[in-house]
């Protein structure tokens, strides 16, 4: 009987996926004397596929093929984890720099533009990094900011911007300074919630 040609021990192969699976689109494939086919997801996201020697690639495609949604779902999985890691990462004092000097240049262009939205003057502004506060407004109108807002959502960090210019025209936080608010940042408790929920982690990259 003849033996069908040895096939490559380790080459790539080409995966099946829509482009829009969010899948790798090559994969090692090694080639051993095992005797089942396995599909290994590795922690960095790749996947490298185990076959048996004289395995054909078609074959070794349809079952890739069909392990599309568990890769998927693992593959999410992979990545929520690696997300969450790095938003968790202590940030180093060169990144606490270049978040400073982003502030700097960010916020006093929004606060520019929102001040005549909210119908407000102000001050001078300052950046710092800060363990307990998002932003604050002097009697004067010097506006501070916590330069971690930068790692905020642009919305929530708007809307930090909003809460300090609308203490221009209420210095407490009554009904009518919420209302102020409101008017410009209409979303604000979905911001305020942001902030109460991610903040801490926030803070934590540097105070933590
Ligand atoms: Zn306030």
Request: charged letters at 30%.
């Amino acid at each position: 009987m003849k033996s069908s040609p040895a096939l490559p021990a380790a080459s790539t192969l080409r995966l099946p996926f829509s482009p829009s699976a969010g899948l790798p689109e090559t994969a090692p494939l090694l080639r051993t004397d095992r005797k089942t086919l396995a599909v290994q997801l590795r922690p960095d996201g790749s996947l490298v596929i185990r076959a048996p020697r004289r395995m054909k690639d078609d074959e070794i495609l349809r079952f890739v093929r069909s392990r599309e949604t568990w890769l998927r779902q693992h593959l999410d999985r992979i990545r929520a984890e690696r997300e969450k890691r790095e938003n968790t990462e202590r940030l180093s004092d060169e990144e606490l720099k270049r978040l400073a000097r982003l502030a700097a240049q960010i916020l006093p262009l929004r606060v520019s533009f929102f001040a005549s939205l909210v119908g407000a003057d102000y001050g001078r502004i300052t950046v710092r990094c800060q363990k307990t506060r998002w932003g604050s407004c002097s009697s004067q109108g010097n506006l501070n900011f916590n330069c971690l807002l930068m790692l905020a959502p642009p919305e929530v960090r708007d809307y930090v911007v909003v809460h300090e210019l609308c203490h221009r025209l209420e210095m407490n936080h009554s009904r009518r300074f919420w209302a102020a608010v409101e008017r410009v940042c209409p979303d604000y408790q979905d911001h305020k919630k942001w902030l109460r929920e991610n903040g801490p982690a926030l803070l934590a990259r540097v105070f933590g």
